[in-house]
């Protein structure tokens, strides 16, 4: 479908999430494209680039070998720079050339792991796809490689893994302290946390938990992988507020998995919108109501389950769209990219996400999981 | 490989051009993206890129029609630099791409943008990216039906990042399409064009004054044009000044479409070139070579740096050719331990004689996957100059000479060891 932007941003692509989800596990990602995807990814969609070094490449595809179809030429780069590098795994991703010639991504990796003897996975993007596309795939792959079986006895703590962690929607570690923090406060302690401050080991962990705990929708795939193998229950939702925190904590021990986006706000149709990815609109959506009985619609333009959205929320993929969805309301939270197309009468509260609009806000973007951040965010929603 | 990998001049001058290691290919393994390779992978990440350059057309805008990938960049960069308001996005998914549907929606887009602006945009700049490219998409016949749907001049941009080794990689054609606009007019005599940057070059550079002398009343840039006029009476140029060799094929074109001839004056460092240079110019112009001055101004700055007798470090991401740079260090007597750049049959010459001077120098490749293991404390560096090689000596002087405004002459030399002599 044609989306169409003529003044907001576009969300990174899956590019970008696959290689934020494996920035920091010490494998060789590879990027299949002349160049380009690359570098948004490592200038706007990864804070932590600038601060140490990852094994992050380009293939540097060129004209001739985009229409003879020459994959030797990818593979033998590969294997000639793993072979010197000695990643943990080998990671390669498309971009738009390779979807175009219909490069065939299972047999790069195939190939690149016979030759190589090192562990390759082929990522099935396009730069077509918004990044939550790209981490789904992410975490679902090393979910399913490394996480086997079981380690440890039982150490009588409540263990957490936090799945879906990247900070195109976590930021920094500190919004990983703080959900760490949650959860020793709720009497649980963090396991292993996919994937910031993560190492292969700790993924080889995950299955030694109790629950998961999706903080995007990106990690919901993994978590019903993990369910199905090793009977860990998740949740989704991000600890803000009070008593959604409080209800988030009693889901990761129920034992069940447990959809806590209560989307029934009574009669009546909202008046504010907060418009970003799904668990977390979802999340702030639902603290603000059980907190403070503000009822709140949800706008997605990313890739979420449905299941998740109410009547008064919305999946879009279009600017068109927002700006007419926008209309409806009276205040809007979101992004400060999208304040060019919130109408006048629509009072705007501003909270970047570095998925949207990169590092352009970073500073400005608050860790709601911490309590001051959180109060601050909903007096600027709720005041005149 | 656990060690940055390189070779040194003395190496590279006996291999010779037609023997260049693949170290230095890009085609030839994969390129790391690294701070430092930032130049190749995204030009306009840090400076002038297709999209940015496409806009120097004063009051035009773009219309970047591409996956969300390609543009996203553009809007973050826009936001930064103040120019937001002129970039429109045609965002492709994979089933346009596959049934060129986009491609109708292109001259509708363009009539859209003319009509939704305040003020009309003076020309629509389509920028079209590697899918394109490898589409085979006829972009011109895109911007003739343009042009007809929206009344405006439009020109095709191509970002085809597919072509970057190509004799037109996009830096090179963007620079014909900024100029594509222009029509014939009258010429006059005493106007001139100085092509080459997408910046103005520094107004305090001897070279204005000396092209004045020789009667040149006008000289354009395209980024001092205040309006879309000014940029029309381009053409009335008696002929172009081109400062960078990434022109000539602009200049070339601007020769056929509208008689302009050009005059070629590459950036150097070194102060007794530029001499020549400027002599050779002034006697084509008629101009007065009265550059003792400048001349000398600049080598009592270079005499100052001498006084600290500091161990350079050259990258190529600066207001200069690395070769060039250090070949003019190594000539006035300073060291240089190693060179961040990219060997080529266009340098070699300046290589032979770097390693005539200096045959240990390293050459290093930003793009080299092995650069992940370069150890700064591997070669003695007093002062970093440039983007990249600043990024990799932490612990050293830092000269980024990065600057939009471009430094040219021996104004450029002199303040760039003003900078040197100030740290």
């Known amino acids: 479908m044609l989306r169409h932007a003529s003044i907001t941003s576009i969300y990174a692509a899956d590019t970008s999430g696959v290689a934020s989800a494996l920035f920091e596990l010490g494998g060789l990602t590879v990027i299949h494209d002349p160049s380009g995807c690359n570098s948004t990814y490592t200038t706007h969609d990864e804070p932590r680039w600038a601060d140490f070094d ?61 030759r190589t003897g090192i562990k390759t996975f082929a990522f099935h993007t396009n730069g077509m796809n918004d990044y939550i596309s790209g981490e789904e795939e992410a975490f679902y792959e090393l979910v399913k490689y490394y996480s086997i079986e079981k380690h440890s006895e039982e150490s009588g703590d409540f263990l957490v893994n936090v799945i879906g962690a990247t900070p195109i929607d976590m930021t920094d570690y500190s919004h990983i302290k703080s959900i760490s923090d949650f959860l020793e406060k709720h009497k649980m302690k963090l396991n292993s946390c996919l994937s910031m401050g993560c190492k292969i080991p700790d993924i080889e962990k995950i299955p ?52 806590l986006f209560n989307r029934d706000f009574g009669s009546g149709f909202p008046d504010i919108v907060i418009e970003g990815e799904s668990v977390f609109s979802l999340s702030l959506s639902s603290a603000l109501y059980d907190d403070f009985n503000i009822g709140s619609s949800v706008i997605c333009p990313l890739k979420t389950d449905k299941n998740f959205l109410g009547k008064n929320d919305f999946s879009v993929s279009d600017e ?65 | 490989m656990n060690n940055a990998e390189y070779f040194t001049t003395g190496c590279l001058a006996e ?12 085609a030839s393994h994969l390129i790391y993206s690294s701070p430092a390779s930032l130049a190749f992978n995204s030009p306009g990440a840090s400076g002038f890129g297709v999209k940015r350059a496409g806009l120097s057309v004063p009051g035009s805008v773009m219309l970047l029609v ?9 809007t973050l960069e826009s936001v930064r630099d103040g120019y937001s308001d002129r970039f429109y996005f045609l965002e492709l998914d994979d089933t346009d791409i596959i049934t060129g549907r986009y491609q109708e929606k292109i001259p509708r887009a363009c009539r859209e943008i003319a009509g939704q602006r305040d003020e009309k945009p003076s020309a629509v700049m389509i920028c079209v990216t590697c899918v394109d490219a490898l589409l085979g998409t006829d972009a011109e016949a895109l911007v003739k039906e343009s042009e007809n749907e929206c009344g405006l001049p439009v020109a095709a941009c191509y970002m085809y990042a597919l072509t970057r080794d190509s004799t037109l990689p996009p830096m090179v054609s963007v620079r014909k399409s900024v100029y594509s606009l222009l029509k014939k007019k009258e010429r006059r005599p005493d106007e001139i064009n100085i092509l080459g940057y997408f910046s103005p070059v520094d107004r305090s550079s001897e070279l204005f004054e000396i092209l004045e002398s020789a009667g040149i009343k006008k000289i354009r840039e395209i980024s001092r044009c205040k309006d879309i006029s000014e940029y029309y009476d381009m053409a009335r140029a008696n002929f172009s000044l081109v400062l ?26 070194d102060i007794d070139k530029i001499d020549k240079t400027y002599r050779s110019l002034c006697s084509a112009i008629g101009a007065k070579a009265e550059t003792e001055k400048y001349y000398s101004s600049a080598k009592s700055e270079i005499e100052k740096a001498k006084r600290k007798n500091p161990v350079f470090s050259v990258g190529e991401t600066l207001n200069a050719d690395a070769f060039d740079l250090t070949l003019s260090l190594l000539r006035y007597g300073f060291k240089v331990s190693e060179i961040f750049g990219t060997p080529s049959k266009y340098n070699y010459g ?22 992940l293991f370069y150890d700064e404390n591997e070669n003695k560096c007093d002062i970093s100059v440039g983007k990249d090689a600043s990024y990799y000596h932490s612990n050293a002087e830092k000269i980024l000479w990065a600057d939009e405004i471009q430094p040219f002459g021996f104004a450029g030399v002199r303040k760039l060891f003003e900078e040197i002599n100030s740290l």
Request: charged letters at 25%.
């Open chain 1, 208 to 259: 030694d938990a109790d629950a998961n705990l999706a903080v995007s929708y990106s990690g919901i795939k993994a978590c019903e992988y993990l369910n199905k193998k090793f009977g860990q229950n998740y949740a989704a939702g991000l600890p803000f507020g009070e008593k959604f925190s409080e209800k988030l904590a009693d889901a990761l021990k129920s034992g069940k998995n447990i959809n």
């Open chain 2, 15 to 26: 291999y010779g051009p037609d023997m260049i290691p693949d170290l230095y290919k890009s």
């Open chain 2, 350 to 371: 300046m290589i032979k004689k770097i390693a005539a001077i200096s045959p240990d120098t390293k050459v290093y490749s930003n793009l080299s996957p092995s650069m």
């Open chain 1, 320 to 384: 068109n769209e927002e700006k007419k969805i926008y209309k409806n309301f009276k205040t809007a939270v979101a992004d400060n990219l999208y304040k060019p197309i919130i109408p006048k009468n629509c009072r705007f509260v501003s909270l970047p996400s570095v998925g949207f609009s990169g590092r352009c806000f970073l500073g400005q973007i608050p860790d709601l999981s911490r309590k001051s951040d959180f109060q601050n965010l909903v007096k600027k929603i709720i005041s005149k």
């Open chain 1, 54 to 114: 990852s094994m992050f490449y380009v293939s540097g595809l060129t004209e001739k070998d985009a229409i003879m179809g020459n994959d030797e030429k990818v593979i033998s780069d590969l294997a000639y720079t793993a072979e010197r590098l000695n990643p943990e795994f080998i990671a390669i991703c498309g971009s738009p050339m390779p979807m175009m010639v219909g490069t065939d991504f299972d047999a790069l990796a195939y190939e690149t792991e016979k």
């Open chain 2, 244 to 269: 960078d060799s990434s022109s000539n094929y602009a200049a070339d074109d601007m020769m056929k479409r509208l008689g302009i001839p050009y005059i070629e004056i590459v950036r150097t460092y």
């Open chain 2, 66 to 74: 591409s996956p969300g990938c390609c543009g996203r960049n553009t």
